[in-house]
């Protein structure tokens, strides 16, 4: 508790999420959910395939946009059509890059992916039920 020196009234301090519930509780889930989102997302392994339309290697394709947009902004930085066009290119190469991607989950034990799941969900619980009023 802490005593306000000017009123003379003691204020309680509140827990986690201004609520009653344990601060040590929401600490003690935290870590929970970190450790078990590291170890689940260090198991994780992500690569890059081929960026083709039609057989055909399709990167080059997603670069136009962008260096006419970027072309047009050299010549005049306040043209509407040279921003849309870089901003419309940078968006398609950032779409292109994610729906490429590979993602793989490394083989491991059961016991270890159990952990892994058990110390994620148990730790959002725990955090849950720290901001929840005793």
Same mark, same amino acid.
């Given at each position: 508790m802490i005593i306000n020196r000017e009123e003379g009234k003691m204020l309680r301090i509140k827990g986690a999420g201004g609520t009653s519930g344990g601060i040590g509780k929401f600490l003690i889930g935290l870590i929970m959910v970190v450790a078990g989102g590291y170890l689940l997302?260090?198991?994780? @392994?992500v690569s890059s395939g081929g960026w083709y339309i039609w057989g055909y290697n399709a990167f080059g394709m997603t670069l136009i946009p962008l260096l006419f947009g970027i072309g047009i902004l050299f010549f005049n930085g306040g043209s @509407? +059509? !040279?921003? &849309?066009? @870089? *901003? +419309?290119? !940078? *968006? *398609? &190469? %950032? +779409? !292109? &890059?994610?729906?490429? %991607?590979h993602i793989y989950f490394r083989p491991t034990s059961l016991f270890n992916t159990l952990l892994m799941l058990a110390m994620l969900v148990g730790g959002l619980g725990l955090v849950a039920r720290s901001l929840k009023e005793h």
């Open positions: 997302l260090n198991q994780v @392994t @509407t +059509a !040279g921003w &849309i066009l @870089t *901003i +419309a290119g !940078g *968006i *398609i &190469i %950032l +779409a !292109g &890059i994610i729906t490429n %991607l």
